[in-house]
């Protein structure tokens, strides 16, 4: 029963904490630091919201510290994937049917409990579990975190408002409904905060979802499952499961009930994702929806009228904050040759001053890469460099494993923009950089635009601005979210609604109603007040 009609208006943006020493969110931080490695978690599984434990333990290590174990989670096999559809398919009716408010107050109820009494918690354990420093855990779990929730419930109350016209005898309405079946949530490891978004954007829309995070995050994501929880979020809305992808896909894409999936993650599995779903279509009660953020081969094009401070610091930001291991991650520049040298000289000594450990460490900027797999993966990559006579690099180069996945922030120029690290995916502290004629910013445009398949994010540091509005307009399709004197990453929620094209994904943009849409289905209803009685109109009459 709908007794009124309830505002959401914009929220703001979570404040960052800064952790200055003696702030109390520091000593706040260093308890639960200390408290979550003092003991050895115990993680289920949560399935129509009873904790499911298999017995199959999986240790779970801080990447920085790989002899320490945080605790295990209980990995599930097929028979629990059927088991989290049977019960978002149970629990779908009655959470379709909620009012809008009542879902709303979860959602907002559990934005508060991130940002309040679980700060310090959900930053330890994505600080712990994802080997991220204070602040890149704080922007993360927390404020980007809370910001999706509290955003998308706005945004899906201005969605609602949104209501067709009416004519004399006639109302019409619109109603948003959910799909019709179960979502599936496919999350990365690099962010709890789309760990947290991609179920629960479906979720707030009224759907229920099977969420199945990447291993390797799944200390944080335990502790934003408890959250919500908390929060009210009934039984089978979200169900959190452990299990291998293939199983995994296997029994959902070939599931009548499937609706839409929700992904981040890598381009190749994305891509083998859609091909399987267009291949089952004919089994499915509905065309499912499909909304994927992929990879990145994010760009900053340099131009001779650059701030040689402002570009370097962009470079060492955007290339090497939380180990490079972002979608949106500076990993290709491009340098004009007449302020080249004096870019790479700041970069170089800014690169020098940058201490890496354990996150533990507040005075560290580096911390370790996330498993032993792409540690060995980027470390071929700078290993191939240090072997091919054409590259060099000029910062870092080494890497380490024997206590955690640590690799040094590495930069690697080399004398052909199509070399492989300027092209592929990399998904690591490794910069390529390419130093371009000064003279032909407009050819170097053309090949920042056709070197790499991916269009997530991008970035063009200049002072004239006339640079500017032709970057602008000639890189239209080249990023989905662009920079101007600025590093390439840090979107934030209703500010840089996030995503690109290409190979890069749908462009559905998380944190906008943009995303929103794709997990409602429309109904229209026009109702006639004083219907006709006789099926002739007036042109029927001659006189």
């Known amino acids: 029963m709908n007794l009124g009609y309830f505002n959401y208006p914009m929220p703001a943006n979570e404040p960052v904490l800064q952790y200055a020493p003696g702030s109390p969110e520091k000593t706040e931080i260093k308890k639960a630091l200390a408290a979550l490695k003092a003991q050895e978690a115990d993680i289920p599984m949560y399935i129509g919201g009873e ?22 989670f209980h990995e599930g096999t097929a028979e629990h994937v059927h088991a989290a ?5 149970q629990a779908k009716e009655a959470w379709a049917n909620m009012p809008w408010e009542e879902r709303a107050h979860i959602f907002l109820k559990a934005a508060d409990l991130i940002s309040g009494k679980y700060r310090a918690y959900m930053n330890g354990t994505t600080m712990l579990g994802q080997s ?4 890149q855990a704080e922007i993360d779990s927390v404020c980007e975190l809370a910001d999706f929730l509290r955003f998308n419930v706005h945004f899906l109350s201005e969605i609602y408002k949104q209501q067709p016209l009416n004519a004399p005898g006639v109302h019409n309405r619109t109603e948003w409904r959910p799909l019709e079946g179960f979502v599936l949530a496919v999350t990365p490891f690099n962010f709890a905060a789309i760990g947290g978004n991609l179920p629960t954007a479906p979720a707030m829309c009224g759907n229920t979802v099977i969420w199945k995070p990447a291993h390797t995050q799944i200390f944080s994501a335990q502790m934003f499952m408890r959250i919500l929880i908390e929060a009210g979020l009934p039984a089978g809305v979200i169900n959190l499961i452990y299990v291998d992808g293939p199983i995994m896909g296997d029994i959902c894409f070939s599931h009548p009930d499937f609706a839409g999936i929700h992904f981040t993650g890598s381009t190749g599995v994305f891509n083998k994702m859609w091909k399987t779903i267009g291949e089952d279509t004919g089994k499915y009660k509905s065309y499912p929806r499909i909304v994927g953020e992929t990879g990145g081969k994010d760009f900053v094009l340099i131009h001779k009228s650059a701030d040689v401070d402002v570009a370097a610091t962009a470079l060492a930001r955007g290339a090497f904050e939380f180990q490079g291991q972002k979608c949106s991650a500076a990993s290709r520049a491009y340098l004009p040759s007449n302020i080249a040298d004096a870019i790479k000289e700041r970069l170089v000594a800014q690169i020098k001053t940058m201490k890496m450990g354990t996150v533990e460490d507040f005075t560290n900027f580096i911390n370790a890469v996330i498993d032993e797999r792409s540690f060995d993966k980027i470390s071929k990559y700078i290993d191939a460099a240090k072997n091919n006579p054409d590259v060099t690099i000029i910062a870092g180069g080494n890497h380490d494993k024997s206590k955690g996945y640590f690799i040094e922030p590495t930069v690697i120029e080399t004398k052909d923009p199509r070399y492989v690290s300027m092209c592929e995916e990399i998904f690591g502290p490794v910069l390529s950089i390419y130093v371009y004629d000064a003279e032909k910013f407009e050819e170097t445009i053309e090949l920042v635009n056709t070197t790499s398949p991916y269009a997530l994010t991008g970035a063009v540091i200049a002072q004239d601005r006339n640079v500017i509005a032709l970057a602008t307009e000639k890189l239209r399709n080249a990023a989905g979210n662009f920079y101007i004197n600025d590093k390439p990453t840090g979107a934030v929620v209703g500010q840089q ?33 004083v219907p006709p009685v006789n099926y002739q109109y007036p042109f029927m009459q001659e006189a």
């Open 51 to 72: 904790e499911v434990r298999t017995g199959k333990k999986i240790a779970i290590h801080p990447p920085h510290e790989i002899q320490h174990t945080l605790g295990y």
């Open 85 to 89: 559809i049977e019960a978002a398919m």
């Open 132 to 135: 991220k420093n204070i602040y």
């Open 497 to 529: 609604p996030f995503g690109g094209a290409r190979a890069s994904g749908t462009n559905d943009k998380a944190g906008s109603q943009l995303n929103l849409y794709r997990w409602l289905s429309a109904r229209s209803i026009k109702e006639t007040f």
